[in-house]
Structure formats: C-alpha cells, structure tokens
C-alpha cells in the first residue's frame, strides 16, 4: 500500500494511521532506505513486467529482495515482512531467532495464493518480524535447498508441494516443515513457537534435533555402480513400474504430469514392445488441451487424467524434454508429424521465452487478466471463426471455452491474432544454465535427425552466450542464474553436467577440440552430487553418464567420477540415472546399434590378441552405403579410433547407378566387413591393458545409407567395440 492512496478528506483516518506508523509495531516504523527506493525506481519496468505495481517513491514496505536477481524474490520485494534471500554459505545468520523459510518459484499457484492471503498479511508480518530471521527462496535459483527440503517433507508428510515453508533453529536443525498454510493457521503456528523459543528455548532445541533425523535420510550413501546383470533388473523393474503408472492414470483423479523421461525410457528399454504406447499417450497429450496447439507448447501438468484441465504454467525443461521425446519417436517412426510438434514447440519457446542471454525459465499461469485466461475464448470470438474450421474437444470453464484442437489454417490463424490483443501470461525471465543446456541438447537431438544446419548454427551461437555469460574465467566456476544481464548464484551439479554433456556433444558435431577442453574443463571443476533422485527434471546422473560416452569418442583415457545410490526409494525416482547407465552399458551402445531407421545394423568386436577391431555392417535389400571412397553429392564412410593410429582393411566395393548422382559410386550392401588394425608403433603397457579391459577404446563411424532413389542424413555412430569370444 502507499501513502499516497490514502484520501486526504479523511483526516482522521490519515491521524490514525500516522499514529500507527510512528508508534506501532516496530516492523512498521522501519522504511525503505534512499538506496532501496533507488534500486526500486530502476526496476520500475522490470517490476512491472511480473505484475508488482507498488509506486517506489511512497511504497511504505521494501524489503532486502528488491536487491535480487529473480523475478520471483522481487515480486515478494514490497511484502512487509523482513525477507532475505537464502545466502551462498548455505544456512542464513540468525540473531539467535528461529528462521523461517518459504521455498517457492514464480509460475507455482499456491504460492501466489500464500503471498496474498499471509505475506502481505500485516499481523503475519509482524510475528515473524518480532520472531524470526525470515528467508525467501526461488527453488529454481536453489535446487539444492529445495531438495534438501522437499524430501523432509515428504518423509515427513507422505507427500510435497510448493510453497514449502519450513522453521529451523539458529544453527538450521529443521523443527517444523509443511507445504502451504491459511493466515489463520499461520499466525498460530508462528505466535506458538515464537514465545517457546523465548521461554523454553531447550524444549524446541531438542524437538528440533529429533525432527531433523528426518533429513538425513535425503543424503543417499553411494557405493560401487551395479553390474550389467544387476542393472538388468533394475531396468526391467523399473519399466514394469512405469507402465503400471501410467494404466493407473485413468484409474484415478490425481493430477497427472507428462513425465517424458519416463516415456523415453520405455522406448530405450524396450522400443518394439512400448513404442505403441508411449505413442498413443504422446498423441493424447497433443491433442488435449495440456499442449497448446495454437501457439505451440506444454503446460507442466493436467488437474484430470483426459488432459484436458491443464495448469497453464508452461517450463523451459518440460518443452526441452517434448522435443528431445518427439525427435526419440521420429527416430523409430519415420512419422514427420512428430517434427512439426517439435517445431512447433521450438517457436513457442523461441517467441515467448527468448531473452537477450538465452531462455528464461517459464512462462506463467498469471496474467493481467487472471490465471488462464490467456487462453480462454469466448462464444463471440469462436462465431467469427471460418464456418468450415474443425475443433475438437472444447471445454466450458466459466463461461470461456477451451480449444483444445483446430484443424484449419485460416481459423488458426484467427484465434492466433485474438491472442495478440491480450496482455501475454507474465514469464520468468531468469536465463538457468543447466535448462538451457538441457534445452540446446534437446534441440541437437532434432537436429540429429532433421539435419538443420540452421538449427546447428544456431545452438552452437546459444551455447556461446552460456559461455560468455555464465562461466567466470577468473574463479573458473560456473554461475546458474542470469537476470537482465547479471549473473549470479553458484552452479550446481545439474548445471555442469547439462552444459559439460552439451559442449561435448558440439565437439564432436563440429570436430572442435575448443569445445571439448570447455567440457573437459567443467567436468573437472565440479564433483558428482549424493542426491541421485529425480525431480521435475531427470536425475543429472543421467547426462552426466552420457558425458562420458561422448568423452570417450576422443579416446581419452581419463574416467568421469561415478557413484552409485544405495537408497531403497522406489525405481521410478531414478529413472534419469538408470537411463544413463543403460545408455553406457547397452550392447546398442557399447558395441552395436541400428542406423538408417533400422534399414542398417553395424557390429563391432575387439580382438585383444591379434590387436584389432572387426566392423561388421548388415544392411536390408535395396539400401547401400557408401563406399570410402570420395564422390560428388554423398558422405563417404569414414572410420577412426581417436587417439590412435589404426590401418583400415576394407573391402571391395560395387558399382552403382543413382538417380541422385551423376557418375556411378562405389558402393557397399548387404553384409559388409571392416578390418581396423592398430599401428605397431602405438603399442605398449598401457596399450595392452586397455586392450584387456577394453576401456576407453571407442570407435567413430560416418557413413550415410541410401536406396537408388534416396538418401537418409548422414550419421555419426559412437561404437565401444565388445571382446570377441572365440
């Protein structure tokens, strides 16, 4: 509120209240500093773009979040509480008051409610004013508090949801936790615990160090990684979890989240068993009102299993994880429509979260006009629509309806322009470092199997902002967070292996050791994380696993930090390690593998007494591959050991006439054998024991398979050679 508002005819009113500001609460008479009100005035815009329209010059409350670099901490900055931000050492200082923190992010419903009903609550206020160090944090700035909180809560409680709010003793011994609370229920709490801690400080001291056992069971104690065979059923486990989810899903009226790790996990364990499936439930999830077929994009979650009661936040990792599954579903498809979703998302992320530094985090449920309303029609704008336009499975929601499905251009385009007479939903422009990386991983997975050079250029030219901005030289440490071209807050294990697996992945796209020494430099500033578990995003075990495959392809011998969860939780919380694991010691990885959408298979064996690989390519009638041999219009194939010298035995080649070439090529089909021998000159003891253990010897094959009419992209397979048995 600001004094300004106040009428000036209602004199007593102004006495009153003057009298209440001079001589009230303490937490009243504190107002903004000069310095506070400055940096107020320069986030005027800024304030206003997240829907905070407090006036800086006579606002009556500013509290220490106005300094922060997240649009969530800011919207909080004109509350009257005394907030801070959670400190980089790890656990707030404290005047020997208990703290209070509340854990939340900017597109979460209930968090928003909590703000209104009890944060600007002034008697709210005033008891953690009087009680309390009190702490604000983004959970997407801090993943790691928030996990260290959200499991408490759910060993606690059964179960988590954000706000979490939470009260620890001066030295951080957690004494009370939940997730969101009414006014009334808050005040209570915060009176009740407040006075104990001024009476009986003790009582509360030893409740809290009971309580807090309860997080030492979020700390995962590691040991040795399982053996394939080991890992075998845990994979199986896990995928027979997965499917009992998801046949539950319409058993029961629990919200319900897309999970696309879960779905490409099935497709990886088991591809001809699942891929109907996880197809059938993509499909549902398109054509429900969950994705926007207007603008493109996922919402993060459906309040009913038909996903047609979507909660209208829409997150940077969940259209990553959509486009990385649709790329996955081409692959073993050949459907192009899975592309045009994936495109269609790639636009949606590009026009809304697009930021001068990268991708902000989210776009919001909220906008001027309320929650949702963004994308609500009335009866009036469907009527103006083209008489021929088809959509399906509209929805009546206070009196707006729904679109969840168009099939017509014109009329698309009709609902498109009504749209831009709107105010947009608000969005997080906070730039994360690891979702970014995650997205531009996503996005080369697309290109993988689009060949875009476009799109190449273009996540190379992204992953160098990330660079420029994130990476500071001088500490040689990674920064998370970039908000209007500040950075700030240390990076976390997620965000040095999503960026380090994604400038591995540019080096060998682009055959730029540049690019691999900055993965090479990340993987080893940072060390592994215990916690293991995934959350809204995929474990980052899992594409710090997939680092090391690609790693590996440059014949380095050094080995990325591996550990391993001995935790009892339930396979599902760790579907992202197992994914990654599973990539590393699958025989489709580790020594052969389909290529061409499955019209070729290429093998390969190591021979540790004779010192040589044996390459072996099947290929179906009527497809080839091209000989290594250059020619005019096709990829020669090319195979390479990194690292090592290696002669190449290959075999003869056959003529061909094309309709795609100009002069006949050499080529290969059918059952095609390569012979790769080492140089003598590189044997030695360390040689010999790689050869042994076969480890870290990896194989690097280009080729590019064609019918007589045409040619698929060319491809770049990662082989790591399996011991021949004799």
Known sequence: ??????????????????????????????????????????????????????????????????????????????????????????????????????????????????????????????????????????????????????????????????????????????????????????????????????????????????????????VNETGQLPTKSALESLLVHAEEKILSRFRQENENSEPVFPNEHWMAFLLMQNPQKNLSLVAERYWKIVNSATYDSIDGGLHRYSETADWNAPHFEKMLYNQAQWIALSAQLYRHTGDPAYIQIAELTHKWADSTLRVDHGYGSA?????????????????????????????????????????????????????????????????????????NAMYLSAL????????????????????????????QSESKSLLRSVYQGNASIKGTFEDYAWTAYLFARLSRLFNNYTLLNKAYLLKNTISTSTDQRDYELPSAFMPWLLLNKELSLFGKSEQIALSWSTATDSELNYVGRLSGLREMYSPEFAGSRYFANGKGWVTAKLDAKTDSFLIRIELKDGWHINSHKQAKNVVATRLEVPGYEVDIDYPATEMLEASYADQPLETWSGDVMIKASFNSALKNADFSEKMAKNSNIAIRLDLQACSESLCYLPEKIALFPLPKTN
């Open 444 to 471: 080369l997975d697309l290109y993988e199997v689009t060949g875009s050079d476009f799109l190449l250029s273009k996540v190379n030219q992204h992953a160098q902002f990330i660079w420029e901005n994130h990476w």
């Open 1 to 218: 509120m600001s004094l300004h508002t106040i009428p000036v005819n209602h004199a007593l009113q102004c006495l009153l209240f003057w009298l209440f500001c001079c001589f009230g609460h303490m937490a009243l008479a504190q107002e903004p500093s000069q310095e506070q009100k400055s940096i107020c005035l320069q986030k005027a815009d800024t304030l206003q773009s997240i829907g905070v329209t407090s006036e800086c010059k006579d606002a009556f409350h500013i509290n220490q979040l106005i300094f922060s670099q997240s649009p969530y901490l800011l919207s909080h900055a004109f509350n009257p509480i005394h907030w801070q931000e959670w400190p980089d050492t790890g656990i707030p200082e404290s005047d020997h008051r208990l703290i209070f923190v509340s854990i939340g992010y900017s597109t979460c419903h209930w968090c928003h409610v909590m703000a209104m009903e009890s944060f600007m609550n002034q008697e709210v206020a005033d008891l953690l004013n009087e009680f309390f160090v009190s702490v604000k944090v983004d959970r997407e700035q801090r993943p790691q508090v928030d996990a260290k909180y959200r499991r408490a809560l759910e060993a606690y409680k059964g179960e988590a949801g954000w706000p979490i709010n939470l009260i620890t003793t001066p030295d951080g011994k957690l004494l009370w936790i939940a997730s969101y609370q009414t006014p009334v229920q808050l005040k209570k709490l915060l009176s009740r615990l407040g006075s104990l801690w001024q009476s009986s400080p003790q009582r509360l001291q030893a409740m809290a160090a009971n309580f807090s056992r309860l997080l030492e069971t979020a």
């Open 363 to 435: 776009s919001s449920a909220l906008s001027v006009e309320g929650e949702g309303k963004y994308y609500f029609f009335n009866e009036s704008e469907l009527r103006s629509l083209n008489e021929k336009a088809n959509w399906v499975n509209y929805l009546t929601s206070e009196d707006n309806l729904l679109v969840t499905q168009i099939h017509d251009k014109e009329a698309m385009e009709r609902l498109q322009a009504i749209r831009l007479t709107r105010n947009p939903p608000y969005r997080d422009e906070k730039v994360l470092v690891g979702w």
